[in-house]
């Protein structure tokens, strides 16, 4: 079996060497604005149109509203009933529930 030893000048001059070099630093730098770049573009153009919202055949929210911090109002369509529910930190209220033919009859007058 033949060993192998560096000699001392040999060890010395792997030491001195820089292992980070200029064109080792340009070369992160450019493919770390390359991830961005790619990261940029698949969340402005690619995520909106593969989202899709889950649609129920029964449970509709028609809209959202946030009031303050923790404090939202929802209007719910459950078959042809709306109900309107506030929902904060301490829990979920029904304020009002009305028949989606009211707001029918109520636009046409």
């Known amino acids: 079996m033949i060993a192998y030893a560096l000699s001392t000048a040999e060890a010395l001059t792997f030491q001195r060497t820089p292992i980070v070099t200029f064109g080792y630093i340009m070369q992160v730098i450019i493919s770390l604005a390359i ?3 790619l990261i940029y573009v698949s ?4 995520l909106p ?3 899709f919202s889950p649609k129920g055949r029964l449970i509709e929210m028609v809209e959202r509203i946030g009031l303050e911090p923790g404090l939202s109002i929802y209007v719910v369509r459950v078959k042809d009933k709306n109900y309107i529910l506030a929902a904060g930190q301490k829990g979920v209220a029904l304020l009002d529930k009305y028949s989606t033919n009211d707001t029918e009859e109520g636009a046409e007058n």
């Open 49 to 51: 149109r593969l989202k």
């Open 35 to 37: 991830v961005l770049g």
């Open 43 to 46: 969340s402005k153009f690619l």
